[in-house]
């Protein structure tokens, strides 16, 4: 790796939370047959462990949104870059977001979600960053509480669009941080 950094939550951490809630979340959809729709790029990870470890039937689409461009802080404006294809209406949709910190980006999907007239709307998320708050969003399940940090990996790009491969998160030192 190029650039320093240091490990924020460790892989085997992250495997042991994500299959907490894949248990919690498998519970409350037994039976329901959720489309899970994980938001491209930076959940693929976190939803693909997730899925595989909820136990349920369920359908998966994909959303893509981005309101961070080339930068490591939120941009405010978020643009739709993949659509689902699967109608939601009636169904029990779990929106999966790798991140939350603002919430600009999941407040515009959930409302985006909730237009489409879906029977449930829940959201799970694997790293929650309250100090950095704009808007209120609704969030049923959280991984990990977080400071506000720029991490990468398990998903999420890290500098130069990189790291997304890593099995942990991590973070860069506090003086590299873009804010």
Known sequence: MAHPAEVFIEGWRIERRVAEMAR???ER????RPVVIPLLRGA????ADLVRAMGT??????L????????????GE???????ELPLAG???????DIVDTGLTLAYIQKLISSRSPASLSTVVLLDKKARRKVEVDVTWTGFEIPDRFVFGYGLDGPDGLYRNLRDIMALPEEMQDR
């Open 57 to 62: 039937d369920l359908s998966v689409e994909f």
């Open 44 to 47: 693929f990870v976190f939803a």
């Open 29 to 32: 959809y037994r039976g329901g």
């Open 78 to 84: 978020v643009r739709l870059t993949l659509d689902t």
């Open 64 to 75: 893509g949104a981005s309101s961070y461009g080339e930068s490591t802080s939120s941009s």
């Open 91 to 97: 169904r029990h949709v779990l929106l999966v977001e």
């Open 24 to 26: 919690e979340i498998g």
